[in-house]
C-alpha cells in the first residue's frame, strides 16, 4: 500500500494542480490586463499630446484676437476723430454756404 497514494495525498495533488492551473490562468489575465493598460496610457498620451496642441493653437488664436481688437480699437478711435472733424466743418459749410448766399443775393 505504500506505492499507493493515499486519498489526503490525492487531494492534495489535485489542490496544487489547481493551484497551478488558477496561478497560470491569473497570470495570463494580468497580462492580457497589463497589455490593455499599456494601450489604454498610450491612448490617453496620444490624447494629451493632441490637447496640449490644442492648448496652444488656443493661446494663439487668442493673441491673435486681442491684437486685432487693438487694431480695432485704434480704427474706432480714428474714425470717431474723423467723425467729430467732420462735424466740425459741418458748421463751417453751412456759414460758407449762408454768406455765398447773402453775396449771390447782393450781386443779383
Partial sequence: MKDMPSL???IL???RDEMKATRHDLSERLDA???RLDATNQRLGATN???DLVARRQTESEVRLATELVAVGDAVN???QTLRA???LE???ADLRRRVSKL???QA
Wanted: glycine letters at 4%; proline letters at 0%; aromatic letters at 0%.
Fill in 8 to 10: 489526503s495525498t490525492k
Fill in 91 to 93: 458748421g463751417d459749410v
Fill in 49 to 51: 499630446d493632441r490637447l
Fill in 78 to 80: 480714428r474714425l470717431t
Fill in 104 to 106: 449771390e443775393r447782393r
Fill in 86 to 88: 467732420d462735424k466740425a
Fill in 33 to 35: 490586463t497589463n497589455q
Fill in 13 to 15: 495533488i489535485e489542490i
